[in-house]
């Protein structure tokens, strides 16, 4: 056949439009996405003819790509993934997981009308924040508190409220960037409260705060470092210490804890700071935190602290910007609910499972990985890949405990006939996608973030890739 005779016998949009795949496209999948798909692989039929590429018209080649193109215009773009990085809160994977007890309480109250502001006794309109209220000063013995949309919320919002106009007094070792641009003197500076820094990089004082109170000083703030850390020579002024001096002058302090954990996880061999709990207790009258980081919960700021600064924060414009949806709510108050009992907590939600889980449940699942994958490799013929069970140091992640490494076991993976950069990159594209790290030419699959249910998944996608 030449050109003109192949072009010719292209089949139409219409004829595919109208063959039994062509119907059957249209029940599944939305319309403009089928007309697109059709109408691209014709093109490219087209052009592939004009530059004497195809000599001959295959329908039922040209069908299978239609399909493609189709599944791949209406796929989701946000999808689950596998996490084998073992970064339990790992921001770009989307934080704190979910179980599935909490999702059910969001389906309960999302699927329906709800009380959200609604006051059921008086008949009348009432507050969302009052759901958690009850529950938040319960769990972290706070007089009063609030959940915003995030933490980075929360701190502009109770610098707005409480300090615009006024100085805050902030240690210079504690300006840090949290990264996604929130930086605390930019955030001061849009929230309208006059930052003044006292102390140095390494050492801050309590006479260093103290010199600097003024008529116009509104708060003192103490500012998590995060992911960051100064060591050797240096000194910083611990919230108890800051409280009293605040109680002296009759400045509020205010301390954004970032991650805060509302259990104590020393007991564990995780070394961090003290609990909300502990930092309400020592006299701090606000305190801010994320709802996703060490919480366990879903993306949120949580305020806790004295009624008379949350009375005057929530009457703040800004709160309506900020304010919480009855999605998130919900499944806060499944999270905190499981925090009432503390074993429960370590228990059923999932970060603080991850985090916490002993050893050998790890080393366990590794074997168990690895064992899988052997077996699938073994039935193709030759060499693919050499798999190791190994020990390893994992992260919490989430700016949370920055300094602390996690004994960990992971798979470690030598392919033979790709390199280590490709598997990575084929497991990355996946469906789903594998997410994994390169250490000296093997790729690890930590087992710390792996669920148990995506095993068969992880297994099917790595003997895939190889
Ligand atoms: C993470 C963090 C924030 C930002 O919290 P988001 O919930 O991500 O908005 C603010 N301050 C500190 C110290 C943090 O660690």
């Not at 014709?42 to 599944?71: Q, T």
């Not at 949290?178 to 140095?200: H, N, Q, T, W």
């Not at 992911?227 to 009759?250: D, Q, T």
Request: aromatic content about 4%; charged content about 25%.
């Amino acid at each position: 056949m030449d050109k003109q005779q192949l072009l010719a016998s292209l089949p139409s949009v219409d004829e595919i439009l109208k063959s039994g795949e062509g119907l059957e496209w249209q029940k599944a999948y939305p319309r403009r996405y089928v007309l697109r798909a059709i109408r691209e692989v014709i093109d490219e039929s087209r052009r592939a003819i004009l530059k004497d590429d195809l000599k001959e018209i295959s329908v039922k080649d040209m069908l299978v790509d239609i399909r493609g193109h189709i599944e791949l215009l209406s796929a989701f773009s946000l999808k689950p993934v596998i996490n084998a990085t073992g970064i339990v809160i790992h921001t770009n994977l989307g934080r704190s997981v979910m179980s599935e007890e909490i999702m059910e309480n969001v389906k309960r109250v999302a699927c329906g009308y709800s009380n959200l502001e609604y006051e059921l006794e008086e008949g009348k309109r009432g507050k969302r924040y009052s759901h958690i209220r009850k529950l938040l000063n319960e769990i972290t013995g706070a007089e009063s508190s609030l959940i915003v949309n995030n933490n980075a919320a929360a701190v502009f919002v109770c610098l707005t409220a409480l300090a615009k106009g006024r100085e805050v007094i902030v240690s210079r070792g504690e300006l840090v960037e949290i990264g996604g641009s929130f930086r605390i003197p930019d955030v001061m500076s849009s929230s309208g409260a006059l930052l003044k820094e006292v102390g140095a990089t390494n050492k801050t004082h309590l006479r260093d705060y103290e010199r600097a109170i003024s008529e116009n000083t509104a708060l003192l703030l103490k500012v998590h470092q995060s992911n960051y850390r100064i060591v050797g020579f240096s000194e910083s002024v611990p919230i108890n210490e800051l409280a009293a001096l605040g109680m002296k002058h009759g400045i509020p302090v205010m301390f954004d804890l970032g991650s805060g954990s509302l259990v104590d996880l020393k007991p564990y061999g995780i070394q961090i700071e003290p609990t909300v709990q502990e930092i309400i207790k020592a006299g701090a009258d606000i305190v801010t935190f994320s709802g996703d980081k060490l919480l366990g919960g879903p993306q949120g700021g949580v305020i806790v602290g004295k009624s008379e600064l949350i009375e005057n924060i929530v009457k703040n414009p800004l709160m309506r910007a900020v304010r919480i949806d009855k999605l998130t709510l919900s499944a806060f108050e499944a999270v905190l609910m499981c925090y009432l009992d503390e074993d429960k907590a370590k228990g059923s939600i999932p970060t603080l499972e991850m985090l916490l889980q002993r050893h050998m449940d790890i080393k366990e699942r590794a074997k168990r990985i690895a064992s899988r994958l052997k077996k699938e490799v073994s039935r193709i013929p030759g060499d693919v890949a050499e798999i190791d069970v190994i020990e390893d140091s994992s992260q919490a992640g989430g700016g949370s405990l920055p300094e602390i490494e996690f004994k960990t076991y992971a798979v470690a993976i030598n392919p033979l006939r790709i390199s280590v950069n490709t598997l990575e990159e084929r497991l990355r594209q996946g469906n789903p996608p594998i997410i994994a790290r390169i250490k000296s030419d093997a790729l690890i699959i930590d087992a710390r973030t792996v669920r148990n249910s995506e095993i068969d998944a992880l297994v099917k996608g790595i003997l895939n890739a190889l």
